[in-house]
């Protein structure tokens, strides 16, 4: 069997268990079942280090690698997540520059010693210095793994929005240009994958004439610009637009979707969720995998997989033969996929066990090492070493009690004491259930037994008049509570005060409110002789939240959709009724056509929104 590569910006790590196939399970081992994928590459996972689970970092099967950034909270974040049954990376490093240090370390990635080094790194002068090295870094925009075969870089690079930040993206593409190329003249093989957020030729993207057009644009203007003119000069049969480069005179890499299908138009992989085009395919490609001229031959396929819902973008990916050629030598992928004695001709000589973790390893993270998944302990059996054998002053014990000890579970461990939680510890010295329980039992104490109140009996709970504040039993949830008669007159006071306080509701909207109706909740404190609750007025407020609202209908027909305006200027807030249909291919609103048409109606100049 291969090896699939896949590639997927999931806009937050949790966003495609929204979408189906992925909502049925809800597990990332599940995911990568479907996607059939040995090395799944995510961007923009949109996370915080505190906010890592159990779920994200300990999957049955499976090592993950995270980059997530310094200073940005919940921006950006790249993962790259290798099947250990299939392969093993030998080093892996955070950034593109390697400025950064490793795990407990503070020594940088390009100072540690040749033989723990990727290497590549780009060397003075070789930037054109348009951003700061570490500010580059910071990002957490890069994870860089080493197999023997290659050396895998998944990327989120960043994307041309405002053009505040054109300096930090040319560098960001300038310095991953230098480091893959200083990669191939080492000899080392380069696979590139990710989102980098750059469109290759007019073939990748929607409508980009008549979008130029209104722009007042050319084409050779829109690809002279200096990203897409690098770009285009670091794959091969790219269309560079005027001289190359300088250190840039040869291509790099291959753009493998093109590879496969050079001349497919829609092969789009992002698509506008705002505007609604993916339904129309009006989208661009911009997720790219790409492979160094060494090992273009190693590739069995490449595609993209639209169908699979989950994010603004698809997954796509490419799949290594089963066996390659090196040298002219046929040898099994596998065996270049992981480190020197872990498969031989094909066939697995041994297990991936802990000892194979690399530093920047998740699972070497305080809040998970250490940790099982409860998954495996109900289905992997517990290997005997000689590591986990007991001293001889602790008194035996039986297999039950031994198995109880070594699957004992994630929430008792959290609630070990923190002397006992510091230490180092193997599964077979955990704590069995029953000393964990001791160590959360509360021992008394002198001081705050002396301090504390006496527990109320319940006679004295009886006796308690049924006004006093303070913890109620059970029953008194189920019983009617009993009130004083109120004084003559309060009751049509707390009545108006009801009757105001329903149009102030925090979650609910009502588009018109009555004058009256504003001075009763203006002016709760009027003297009730003055004040007249009518029913029929108070059956009216709740008609015009609980009623149906009448939605006005397009020129197809259709109810229209309600959206609300959040551009900036004097409409900001205002909401507008427009066609439910998505956008046509050319990305406007057409007219007499199964695409979304120009209907659009402010919900201050629609006159049907009350109940019939």
Same mark, same amino acid.
Request: glycine share 8%.
């Given at each position: ?379 992997? @059996?517990? %290997?005997? +070493?000689?590591? #986990?054998?007991? &001293?001889? $002053?602790?008194?035996? *014990? =039986?297999?039950?009690? !031994? ?51 006496? @527990?109320? %009996?319940? +006679?004295?709970? #009886?006796?308690? &008049?049924? $006004?006093?504040?303070? *913890? =109620?039993?059970?029953? !008194? ?63 009216? $407020? ?71």
């Amino acid at each position: 069997m291969g090896v699939r590569i896949t590639s997927w910006n999931v806009n937050g790590i949790r966003n495609p268990f929204g979408y189906q196939p992925w909502r049925e399970k809800r597990t990332f081992e599940a995911m990568f079942d479907i996607l059939e994928a040995d090395i799944v590459v995510m961007q923009e996972i949109k996370i915080q280090r505190k906010d890592l689970q159990d779920d994200m970092v300990l999957v049955p099967g499976w090592d993950v690698y995270f980059s997530l950034p310094k200073h940005k909270k919940g921006y950006a974040g790249v993962a790259i997540y290798t099947r250990n049954s299939v392969c093993m990376p030998i080093r892996a490093e955070e950034g593109i520059i390697g400025v950064l240090c490793p795990p407990n370390s503070p020594t940088k990635f390009r100072d540690l010693p040749q033989d723990q080094q990727i290497g590549g790194y780009p060397q003075p002068g070789q930037l054109a210095g348009l951003a700061d090295e570490t500010y580059l870094d910071s990002e957490g925009r890069c994870v860089i793994l080493e197999f023997p075969a290659f050396v895998l870089i998944g990327t989120y690079s960043p994307a041309n929005s405002d053009g505040t930040r054109d300096d930090f993206r040319l560098g960001f593409l300038d310095a991953l240009d230098v480091r893959i190329r200083n990669l191939i003249a080492m000899g080392k093989r380069v696979v590139l994958t990710g989102d980098l957020n750059v469109i290759r030729s007019p073939l990748d993207t929607c409508n980009l004439a008549d979008r130029l057009k209104k722009e007042g644009m050319t084409v050779d203007d829109f690809f002279s610009t200096p990203s897409r003119r690098l770009f285009n000069q670091l794959i091969f049969e790219g269309d560079v637009r005027g001289p190359r480069g300088e250190g840039r005179e040869k291509p790099a890499l291959w753009d493998l979707g093109r590879l496969f299908h050079p001349t497919r138009e829609g092969m789009f992989t992002c698509w506008d969720t705002k505007r609604n085009t993916r339904p129309a395919n009006n989208g661009s490609r911009i997720d790219y995998v790409l492979c160094s001229d060494s090992m273009k031959e190693w590739i069995a396929d490449s595609n993209i997989q639209e169908g699979l819902m989950g994010s603004d973008h698809c997954p796509i990916f490419a799949t290594l033969k089963d066996v390659v050629s090196i040298d002219g030598k046929e040898v099994p992928v596998r065996d270049i996929m992981n480190p020197p004695g872990v498969f031989r001709d094909g066939v697995r000589l041994r297990d991936w066990t802990t000892k194979d973790l690399l530093p920047l390893s998740a699972k070497l993270i305080p809040e998970f090492d250490r940790r099982r998944n409860i998954k495996d302990m109900f289905f992997k @059996k517990p %290997t005997a +070493s000689k590591s #986990t054998s007991m &001293p001889a $002053s602790q008194p035996s *014990q =039986s297999p039950s009690k !031994g198995l109880a000890k070594a699957e004992i579970s994630t929430d008792e461990k959290l609630a070990e004491s923190p002397a006992s939680a510091s230490q180092p510890e193997s599964v077979s010295s955990a704590p069995s259930p029953a000393k964990a329980s001791r160590t959360l039992k509360r021992t008394p104490s002198g001081t705050t037994t002396s301090s504390r109140a006496q @527990k109320k %009996t319940k +006679s004295t709970l #009886t006796k308690e &008049p049924s $006004s006093t504040k303070g *913890q =109620s039993s059970l029953m !008194g949830f189920f019983k009617p509570k009993t009130t004083a008669s109120p004084k003559p007159g309060v009751d049509i006071k707390e009545d108006v005060q009801r009757a105001g306080k329903l149009d102030d509701a925090s979650d609910i909207k009502v588009s018109t409110v009555s004058s009256s109706e504003n001075e009763t909740k203006d002016e709760p404190d009027k003297a009730s002789s003055e004040m007249v609750f009518d029913p029929i007025q108070n059956k009216e $407020s709740w008609s015009k939240i609980l009623g149906k609202r009448v939605m006005p209908k397009c020129e197809h027909g259709e109810e229209c959709i309600s959206l609300t305006t959040k551009k900036q200027g004097v409409n900001r807030g205002r909401s507008f009724f427009i066609c439910p249909r998505p956008l046509g291919p050319s990305g406007e609103k057409e007219k007499g056509t199964e695409w979304r048409c120009g209907t659009f109606i402010w919900s201050s100049d629609w006159g049907g929104s009350q109940a019939d």
